[in-house]
């Protein structure tokens, strides 16, 4: 890929100008390497279709992935951006991920390729990685260890090992802040970080990831409200002048998106239209 300015204009989620993109979401992976206590990503039954960022009703196979891309060119004219965040961690899928990234340039060239994750094995893929994507976003929840003890559990290094409570807390942070820097140095990448806002527990650490994220050359952050789920299914989510507030003060270091849709991780947005991607999977050549 010949390197050239990242341009936030060409991208439905910088923009919020869904109606002009076809933007379409790869199911990939399933596998996590950490553990945040709202999580519900991962796969569902038939017939439970929530909207919630990382669902999907199963993921797909390779032959699958190069159908859905031409069938989506074909019934929405040409595909602007394919997106993919889950279930689960794409780098902990790494395999997986790298196949549908390739299938996705040589089947639909036209379009960018964006890639979600928590950041916490960025450093091990990141030369493969920017070879094959145009964009990446990072969630990162906070930078203070002890704030981030209430939203991760678990983590597992590249090697295996498993930490648990604050230990992992630590490292993640760790990792994260590693990410940032490493990413400070590639500005062909276009860059977001996403922020789950968890009132009472990390409203106070919006700024400093918004500003971190900002000095390490990103070019949007995304707060998102916390959608109750997995162990916190029972904490409140954030009332809407708290959002507010949050987006408020990450938006004196970077621009702030307020108009993200939350999509399932198996969503196709044809010009405006968002629809599931089975259907369409089922139609043939
Ligand atoms: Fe779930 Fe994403 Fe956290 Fe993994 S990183 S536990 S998929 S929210
Ligand atoms: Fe864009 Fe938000 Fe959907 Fe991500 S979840 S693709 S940022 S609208």
Known sequence: MSPERPDPSEHPCYTGEHAKFVKLHLPIGGRCNIHCRFCESGLEHEGQTADYPGRTLRTLTPDEIERLLRNARRECG???VVGIAGPGD???NWKETRTALEITAET???AKRCLSTNGVWLERHLPELLRLIHSLTITVNTLNPDTAAHIYDRAVTEDGEVLTGPEAARWI????ERALDLLAD???LLKKVNFVLIPDVNEDDVEEVA???ADAGFHAMNVIPLRPGGELKDHRPPTCRELSRA???AERHLPVMRRCQQCRADVLHCHGRPRL???LLEEGD
């Open 277 to 279: 991607i089975w259907d």
């Open 90 to 92: 794409p780098l902990a």
């Open 108 to 110: 639909a060239p036209e």
């Open 78 to 80: 040409r595909v602007d």
């Open 173 to 176: 942070v760790e990792r994260q």
């Open 186 to 188: 590639e500005p062909y």
């Open 247 to 249: 987006r408020d003060r």
């Open 211 to 213: 500003k971190r994220a």
